[in-house]
């Protein structure tokens, strides 16, 4: 889906996102509270450290294995009667659940949270036939009453605050307003909990799965991840096929790193442990489980050594948390699934860098995403390799789709000539002293720089022409020296 | 203080006798004084200064902007000036970032790789090498007053010099040195991202104005010319406290205070 061409651009999304007050003052103070909650929640900064070493080994050495942990992943799921899909584009996948939905008679699909199901659009395709998908995790209900898309990859609806939920929640459903969150999460709860009964199908997303047991797990607060893999009759879990680990004993440095990182909890309320469908001497849990694996220009990154490391991701978002950038805009005007940094290196593969070629330029390459990145995630440097694609001449060969978008138009000619300036010392040292000596002429505006700043002013002269005078000085001096203490001699 | 902090040990050689300055297009057309003021501390230190001619930018505006193969060209060119095995020194963190980080990135996988390595190896941030190598003493001449100080995100996450600017503050006893809420957040220059997205760029630079305005310090300072350019730039266009305006390069503020002029250093 294009966002970025016409009027609607990632430009015009932000500027408005940063126009907006309130927007602004939400995001400012909600991403404050996070990034304390983490600092304290990681007390110990050479504990931390280690961790994320040993959290990036762990997601690393899934990726190297990533063929043939899958195959594992599906053999073990299959054994305990999973039922395994593979789906390469979000079309795919939709199809998968809509077949299964159609099998079973669904009327009624709840969702635990599922970034995944945002990814391929789930709700709007399913209601194509008839299928109503309804949130069970409380920020995502709020935003599905309020017709919206998550701004925040783990707290969707971040980009309210408790008086515009309240305004929502009693104009969508009737109840008394009341700005009291204890009070609107009561009233959710008891309209959850009729859905819930009411669903044909759960569906989740899934953190971890681990190919050596066959195991996938849930990392939850609101218990609604458990309600909807155990109450329906049929548990679709759908995942990105990255999400695979070697190992269940992978799956503890990874927690501790996860629910620290995005909450600054030491863990969660709910850690759910899915390893099949009800055994027949059980009372309780789906007939039947279904695991959708979803491709979605993964592979593209995993068959390049750097761009795989995007692979790593637990989706955290303490990157978003920590950027200057999403704090001031807030996720929508990114316009894809996943906002952020994070967004910013995913969606080019997703989606294509020609629909997305804003992305990769909005950051200041400041790093402090980097910095908290759990599993140690280059992002900048993502970036610069994203935004190299964009200009890359050889978009046939290019791994990634969408490349050379931008090897068009003035810039190519602006680099050619900034380097042909930069490369001899003559012409660079003739031009740099040109202007200084002409600095009278120095414009007093440069859009879009002196829309909010004014220019810096040239110098009289320029470092290398004072360090080139300094240079006769010393000369000088020396040779005066030289001469006096021959005189001295004579 | 930076997260990575806790693990990162930085490797310093012994004081040497001579040392390369690389100046950095800023200091070259805006900056001077806080280049000569980098080599005046150098040669007030008993370090003699080697400045090639030929030298011209990191490259750092095509790498950060996607144009690679120029900005190769280019780094290709600074390599082969600085060709005695002397220390390199950068006024700015970002150019030092560059050179050290983003060299070796850069020729990845070409006959340049092991070049770059040895090359970045040899590059300092030229506050951080007064402060950890040479020994300096400095007295301060001025009267008192308080600076804030801007630590970039380079220093603070490349170069990890973000202590440095301090450490050699702490010599000057009438300075007192504050620090702005949020320290830590970038002041949205971020190169091209200033003129490519100038409304976020803005939004940035206007919290970093008022988190450093609200300190009540006399003036502020940086070491990274990026920074200092656009906080600056920006205070001086919203007619923001004297104080911001009067913001200047570290180096050259403290080589000021320590009393030091252009000469002084000559070693006759």
């Keep these: 889906m294009s966002l970025s061409q016409g009027k609607n651009t990632f430009q015009s999304r932000s500027r408005a996102a940063i126009e907006d007050p309130k927007l602004r003052a939400n995001f400012l103070s909600a991403m404050d509270g996070l990034m304390s909650k983490r600092d304290q929640a990681f007390e110990d900064k050479a504990q931390l450290e280690r961790l994320r070493i040993l959290g990036a080994q762990v997601r690393q050495n899934a990726l190297v294995k990533l063929p043939e942990l899958l195959v594992e992943l599906e053999t073990k799921l299959t054994q305990k009667g999973v039922q395994v899909h ?32 945002e990814e391929i659009h789930l709700n709007e395709k399913m209601a194509e036939i008839g299928v109503r998908c309804l949130e069970s995790d409380l920020g995502e209900y709020i935003i599905q009453l309020a017709k919206e898309t998550p701004s925040h990859i783990v707290m969707p609806a971040i980009h309210k605050n408790t008086a515009e939920i309240a305004d929502l929640l009693h104009e969508k459903t009737g109840i008394e307003r009341k700005e009291d969150a204890i009070y609107m999460t009561e009233q959710a709860r008891l309209q959850l909990r009729k859905n819930f009964m009411a669903a044909d199908i759960g569906l989740s997303g899934v953190n971890f799965a681990v190919a050596e047991t066959g195991t996938l797990c849930l990392v939850e607060n609101e218990g609604n991840g458990r309600l ?5 009759k049929t548990h679709i879990a759908i995942m990105g096929i990255e999400k695979v680990v070697e190992k269940l004993e992978d799956v503890t440095p ?6 620290r990182s995005a909450t600054g909890q030491a863990i969660t309320t709910y850690f759910n442990m899915i390893s099949g469908p009800r055994k027949e001497n059980e009372l309780d849990g789906p007939e039947s489980v279904h695991l959708v694996l979803l491709d979605h220009g993964r592979t593209q990154m995993y ?19 920590h950027c200057p950038v999403y704090t001031r805009v807030g996720g929508h005007a990114y316009g894809f699934t996943y906002p952020g940094p994070i967004g910013k290196i995913l969606m080019p593969h997703l989606e294509g860098l020609d629909e997305t070629q804003a992305l990769p330029t909005a950051s200041s390459l400041c790093g402090a995403c980097a ?4 599993v140690k995630i280059p992002i900048p440097d993502l970036l610069v390799r994203l935004r190299e694609e964009s200009n890359n001449e050889n978009r046939q060969t290019s791994r990634v789709k969408g490349a050379g978008v931008k090897r068009h138009g003035i810039e190519p000619i602006i680099w050619s000539m900034w380097r042909w300036w930069h490369q001899g010392e003559k012409r660079y040292n ?12 120095q414009p007093k505006t440069l859009s879009p720089w002196t829309h909010y700043r004014s220019l810096p002013k040239l110098a009289k002269k320029t470092f290398h022409q004072q360090m080139k005078e300094r240079q006769v000085r010393i000369n000088r001096q020396a040779e005066n020296l030289k001469a006096t203490s021959k005189g001295e001699k004579l | 203080m930076s997260e990575a902090g806790a693990t990162v040990v930085k490797l310093y050689p012994v004081k040497p006798a001579k040392v390369y300055v690389f100046g950095t297009c800023l200091v070259d057309l805006f900056y001077p004084e806080s280049g000569m003021a980098g080599v005046m501390l150098l040669e007030h230190a008993g370090v003699d200064v080697v400045f090639p001619q030929a030298q011209t930018c990191c490259g750092q505006p095509a790498y950060t902007s996607g144009y690679k193969k120029e900005a190769r060209e280019i780094a290709l060119v600074q390599m082969g000036i600085f060709t005695e095995p002397y220390p390199l020194l950068i006024p700015s963190g970002s150019c030092g970032g560059m050179m050290k980080t983003h060299y070796p990135r850069l020729f990845e996988g070409t006959e340049h790789y092991e070049q770059a390595k040895a090359f970045s190896e040899r590059i300092f941030e030229l506050t951080d090498f007064l402060v950890n190598v040479c020994d300096l003493s400095l007295e301060d001449q001025g009267s008192k007053t308080t600076v804030a100080l801007h630590t970039s995100c380079s220093s603070r996450r490349e170069m ?11 010599q000057l006893r009438n300075v007192n040195v504050v620090e702005p809420e949020k320290a830590t957040e970038c002041c949205g220059f971020g190169g091209a991202f200033s003129v490519r997205h100038p409304e976020i760029s803005n939004a940035m630079v206007q919290d970093k104005v008022s988190h450093l305005t609200s300190t009540g310090a006399n003036s502020f300072l940086s070491s990274d010319c990026g920074c200092l ?34 000469d002084d250093g000559v070693n006759l």
Excluded: Y
Aim: charged fraction near 20%.
């Design chain 1, 254 to 259: 990874l927690l501790s790193l996860l629910t």
């Design chain 1, 86 to 117: 593979w789906a390469q584009s979000p079309e795919e996948a939709v199809d998968i659940i809509k077949a299964i939905s159609l099998n079973v008679g669904a009327k009624n699909i709840i969702k635990g949270k599922s970034m995944v199901s």
């Design chain 1, 371 to 374: 910095e908290v990145c759990p």
């Design chain 1, 228 to 232: 909807s893999t155990t109450v329906p």
């Design chain 1, 430 to 441: 003739f031009m740099t002293s040109m202007m200084a000596q002409f600095r009278f002429l």
């Design chain 1, 303 to 321: 068959q390049d050594d750097e761009l795989l490391e995007t692979l790593r991701c637990i989706r955290c978002a303490a990157c978003m948390n």
């Design chain 2, 160 to 170: 990890k010099t973000t202590d440095s600017g301090k450490a050699l503050l702490s």
């Design chain 2, 229 to 262: 350019m656009n906080i600056k730039g920006a205070a001086e266009k919203q007619q923001e406290t004297k104080a911001l305006r009067a913001g200047e390069h570290l180096l050259s503020f403290v080589a000021r205070r320590a009393g030091l002029t252009i």
